[in-house]
């Protein structure tokens, strides 16, 4: 066998998306990491993950705002509180497809084929002055976001953003 076999990239696979679920997501052991949105995919060849990185600079933000853009009409979030803030409340479009693309060991969506961007009318989060938090020193969790219509939301709060600690990120 070739050696130059064990390289190439295998064909895309695509999956049907039955759903999409949106969580905050800090990277295990690194308090200090910027916090990342974990989109998880349930499709017909079981679940797929994804991490969109609005807290991030450079190149990983731009692919962030670039793939917010594809999916909603609400400008896009300055942080991943906001970015899942308004995915639970459907300002993104419904996933339909996925194709995956595996390379050097890693899984990644090559292509999203979305339904229709919905004209989404709900609330949108406002940045307060900061708050002190106990744990971590993440300046992008020590905000309290607040809706139009006064529902208070504390990034840190596990029941609303499920945040998990596993580190699956492949960078």
Request: charged share 25%.
């Amino acid at each position: 066998m070739d050696i130059s076999e064990h390289t190439k990239p295998k064909p895309d696979e695509t999956f049907e998306v039955y759903g999409a679920t949106y969580h905050v997501h800090h990277k295990s052991g690194k308090h200090d990491a910027p916090t990342t949105m974990r989109v998880e995919y349930s499709t017909s060849g079981g679940p797929k993950k994804e991490w969109v990185c609005f807290n991030h600079a450079g190149f990983a933000r731009e692919r962030a705002v670039t793939w917010w853009e594809r999916r909603s009409m609400v400008p896009a979030p300055g942080t991943t509180e906001a970015a899942v803030f308004l995915a639970e409340r459907g300002a993104l479009a419904t996933p339909v497809e996925i194709a995956i693309t595996s390379d050097d060991g890693w899984d990644r969506i090559s292509r999203c084929r979305l339904g229709d961007v919905p004209d989404y009318k709900g609330s949108l989060p406002v940045l307060r002055t900061p708050q002190p938090l106990t744990g971590g020193s993440d300046p992008f969790t020590r905000s309290v976001m607040e809706t139009f219509d006064g529902e208070e939301i504390q990034p840190e709060t596990k029941t609303l953003y499920q945040q998990l600690t596993d580190d699956e990120i492949p960078f």
